[in-house]
């Protein structure tokens, strides 16, 4: 499923137009991406938590030269799925 597709099921499953749905879509993720750029974690009981990890600083190599080179730090986001997700999936 792509967004565009999330959108028109959440457009379907709550009688909104698609217009106000793709607003909604859209502020949850602007919601959880500006949680999460403050360093904050989203926890959706049920389904799952975003957070953020801290990568450290590493040394990696270019696979083309063989060089040596310096790979900055860097934050990741995460997502660790909730029981009710899984036990859906399973």
Do not use: H, Y
Not at 52 to 66: D, E, H, I
């Amino acid at each position: 499923m792509n967004k565009q597709e999330l959108i028109g099921t959440v457009a379907e499953t709550s009688g909104l137009g698609k217009g106000d749905a793709t607003k909604a879509v859209e502020a949850v993720f602007d919601a959880i991406s500006t949680s999460l750029k403050k360093g904050d974690e989203v926890r959706l009981v049920g389904f799952g938590t975003f957070s953020v990890s801290k990568r450290k600083a590493s040394t990696g190599r270019n696979p083309r030269t063989g060089e040596e080179m310096t790979i900055k730090a860097s934050n990741q986001p995460k997502f660790k799925a909730g029981k009710g997700l899984k036990d859906s999936v399973n």
